[in-house]
Nanobody
């Protein structure tokens, strides 16, 4: 089992940057693939980015490709999301999630993720 806790959200102007962190408990973090999702008010939770536990392969939603970077530090049990060139439409609660312990999982499938954090608010002003 793994517990996740996001941090690093806040208020930023359009064009600015933020780095989100997701601290994971437990010794098995390195064997989970990890994802970032977001949910804006009145909208469904959507996929943002994913990094596999094997080889660190990354996947991104088209809306964030080229602006966001997902990474992980297994020694620190921490997942990151570097967000650059932020836009007002990036405003949402951002969640990290873990899936596929020791195996693969579908990056964009919400129901494939076993553990979720509590979320951190990101607000981008125009």
């Amino acid at each position: 089992q793994v517990q996740l806790a996001e941090s690093g959200g806040g208020l930023v102007q359009a064009g600015g940057s933020l780095r989100l962190s997701c601290a994971a408990s437990g010794r098995t973090f390195s064997r989970y693939s990890m994802g970032w999702f977001r949910q804006a008010p009145g909208k469904e939770r959507e996929f943002v980015a994913h990094i596999s536990w094997i080889a660190g392969t990354t996947y991104y939603a088209d809306s964030v490709k080229g602006r966001f970077t997902i990474s992980r530090d297994n020694a620190k049990n921490t997942l990151y999301l570097q967000m650059n060139s932020l836009k007002p439409q990036d405003t949402a609660v951002y969640y990290c999630a873990a899936c596929g312990f020791g195996t693969i999982c579908l990056p964009k499938a919400l129901n494939g993720y076993d553990y979720w954090g509590q979320g951190t608010q990101v607000t981008v002003s125009s």
